[in-house]
């Protein structure tokens, strides 16, 4: 198993946010979590990440059979966790550049390599944006394809999104998607795919271009069913989230 | 009439002694007394700036002073109150010890304490004096001939080589009619110099239609006090763009350059950087006073704070006349419990029909962008020294682009030494 997550129950700022947290990804696999607003996805993620702010209380995170419960958050990068930020700070003074340099591992006097420009070519940035402090004054779009290009540099054996397609025009969402399936491995067949990833989202309209092996629905801090996804989604977009949960209790 | 005369007929000395004991309206009081005074051209002067030591070499690179002098339209170095070396390395420009331009040039002495008031405080009357005393006057006269643009910088340093002194610089910038002039000015102490006091007056002057730029790079000892008067007069359709790159432990600096946009369409752009070290007491503002229709002045400054250093970051605009435009910045990083920052935006409108803005934020370093660049693989150091980097590090404008390129790798060799 690449993650496995057991029992894990996190405080933010002294407020339990997540309680008995249990799932696991094995390598290849891509899921995606769905819940309503507040239901503690972003915070799975962080937890998952290592934000100090995040505090674990019970339960353990595994990544690569190593306990990464207390790892600070670079090391845990280091071992190959990922991730996109939905909203994700501005910084002055750092620019794309200097970001991409180093997640692909560049010394920062070098110039960027030929593969870095390549891909932000596909992704529709200049070489002025890429000189452009990181975030500063992005557009919604600009932001996830700035993203997405730091993890096409990273190359992570694990990847979260945090809404990848929120704020993304029609038009780019399919673009970016497909950048998401290079992420994932998704061109290679399923046997042969060692990425995986964790979806959040909201709509689930990126899963129209970003295929999923499993759904998970997280409620009040717990995921209270997991599945099919396009059972899942379909059972949401029928009943909401609370009948999707009711028909999960049912079962 | 000798030049002395003419200064006493404009009263220069009688304001100066007037001023000997007059305290600055800022920054913390220094005793002059404590420091002695250096005999005038004391050293002997140089053939070639590599004929330094290696390592005062490499301390005037530091403050951008290259001792091969390429890119370069000529060098000034004083070391305490000798003028060492000077070289004209282009014919759009002239250079030479603001002394022998004073003998040179009668027109000169219209220049001198105009700008920069001898009574302003006892540090300007002090320099008077001292040059009165002295018979004659340190520092460096640039000027750029009328029509010409010079591309490559000027550079001057001024160089404190001798503990517990008073090196005092009596400098005259004249941009001529339609003419252009770029500056780097670094100002440096040598090794073992365990206190000392600058004292540096520059008047600087824009003709219609010209353009100065003004980087200056300190990198002093640590018990080193540092008084910069500094004053500008801008004529119609001037740009003055002055850069300050502080990113050593000081003592004490204090100093206000003003600029006096008095010609229609001049303008004028403070940019500064400043990293206070230790115990360093930096009070640095920029100050414009907008008096030509359609004047406009911006001063920007990013000031970071760490040990127990104190910085106030300055910016005061005065807009007198309807159309004219001003906006004060200033940033500020707190990153020690024990040191502060003070930002003091300041505007003044005594007109209507004027525009004139500011923005100030001090604070620690956001948890949000330090998070960011840990899930990017950097350690929570490395994100932070980073970041304060990236803060520091701001987009200099308005310079030639060999220059800008300079000044970025200047900056960045500053800041990443910090």
């Known amino acids: ?62 990544f690569k059979g190593k306990d990464i419960t207390n790892l600070p958050t670079s090391e845990r990068v280091a071992l190959g966790i990922g991730v996109s930020f939905q909203n994700p700070p501005a910084i002055r003074g750092i620019t794309v550049k200097d970001l991409l340099k180093y997640e692909s591992g560049q010394n920062e006097n070098e110039e960027l390599n030929p593969r870095m420009k390549e891909l932000a070519n596909k992704l529709k940035f200049s070489e002025d944006f890429l000189n452009r402090d990181v975030n500063l004054g992005f557009s919604g779009g600009e932001v996830k394809r700035s993203e997405i290009l730091q993890l096409l540099a990273q190359q992570p054996d694990f990847t979260m999104f945090d809404e990848p397609d929120s704020g ?80 999960a209790q049912c079962l | ?69 390429s890119d370069r339209a000529g060098s000034f170095l004083q070391m305490d109150q000798s003028n060492i070396f000077t070289s004209e390395l282009s ?55 009328p029509g010409t643009k010079e591309f490559f910088p000027v550079q001057a340093c001024m160089f404190i080589a001798d503990t517990d002194i008073m090196q005092t610089a009596h400098n005259i910038i004249i941009a001529e009619e339609n003419s252009e002039l770029h500056l780097i000015t670094g100002c440096a102490t040598g090794e073992d110099i365990s206190s000392a006091l600058h004292v540096g007056v520059s008047e ?129 990083l707190v990153l020690s419990d024990d040191s502060s920052i003070y930002a003091v935006p300041i505007l003044e409108a005594n007109s209507t029909g004027l525009e004139l803005s500011h923005e100030a934020a001090v604070g620690k370093i956001d948890e949000d962008e330090i998070y960011y660049l840990t899930s990017r693989g950097f350690s929570e150091e490395e994100a932070a020294s980073m970041i304060v980097r990236g803060f520091l590090n701001m987009d200099i404008t308005g310079l030639p682009p060999i220059l800008a390129d300079y000044t970025k790798k200047m900056i960045d060799m500053s800041v990443k030494g910090m």
């Not at chain 2, 700036?49 to 301390?59: R, V």
């Not at chain 2, 910085?311 to 435009?325: L, M, N, T, W």
């Open chain 2, 1 to 69: 009439m000798v030049l002395q005369d003419v200064l006493s007929v404009r009263n220069v000395y009688e304001d100066a002694e007037n001023a000997k004991d007059k305290k600055a309206a800022l920054g913390t009081d220094i005793t002059i007394e404590n420091f002695s005074s250096e005999e005038v051209n004391a050293i002997d002067v140089i053939d070639d700036l590599n004929d330094l030591s290696k390592k005062d070499q490499n301390t005037l690179l530091s403050v951008g002073v290259d001792s091969d002098e």
């Open chain 2, 91 to 145: 014919d759009n420009i002239e250079l030479m010890n603001t002394g022998v331009a004073l003998e040179k040039y009668d027109w000169l002495e219209n220049y001198l304490w105009n700008a920069v008031k001898p009574d302003a405080d006892k540090y300007t009357a002090e320099a008077a004096l001292k040059e009165k005393e002295d018979g004659t006057f340190s520092g460096y006269f640039v000027r750029s001939k």
């Open chain 1, 168 to 247: 993304v025009d029609i038009e780019n969402v399919e673009l970016l998607a497909e950048e998401l399936n290079v992420i994932l491995d998704k061109h290679k067949r399923i046997k042969q795919r060692k990425r995986s990833g964790l979806l959040i989202t909201h709509l689930g309209y990126i899963l129209n271009f970003v295929k999923a092996d499993k759904a998970h629905v997280l409620m009040d801090g717990e995921i209270a069913c997991s599945g099919n996804p396009d059972e899942i989604l379909l059972e949401i977009r029928k009943n909401g989230f609370t009948g999707c949960v009711k028909c």
């Open chain 1, 1 to 62: 198993m690449l993650l496995e997550i057991n029992n894990l129950a996190v405080e933010v700022e002294g407020k339990q946010v997540l309680k008995n947290v249990n799932l696991s990804i094995d390598e290849g696999e891509t899921h995606v979590l769905l819940g309503p607003n507040g239901a503690g996805k972003s915070t799975l993620f962080l937890s998952i990440l290592g934000f100090p702010k995040y505090n674990i209380t019970q339960g353990s995170i595994k």
């Open chain 2, 204 to 332: 600087i002057y824009l003709k219609p239609g010209s353009k100065i730029t003004f980087t200056m790079v300190h990198n002093w000892a640590e018990q080193v006090e540092v008084r910069p008067r500094t004053a500008i007069k801008q004529a119609d359709n001037s740009t003055y763009i002055n850069n300050y790159i502080l990113t050593s432990p000081v003592n004490s600096i204090q100093s206000y350059p003003t600029t006096y946009c008095e010609g229609v369409n001049s303008k004028a752009l403070f940019q500064s950087i400043m990293s206070g070290q230790k115990t360093s007491n930096i009070d640095m503002g920029s100050r414009a006073v907008l008096t030509g229709h359609n004047s406009s002045a911006e001063a920007i400054s990013r000031a970071v704070a760490n040990d127990s250093a104190q910085i106030f970051a300055r910016g005061h605009i005065k807009g007198d006349k309807q159309e004219v435009k001003g906006h004060v910045e200033c940033n500020g």
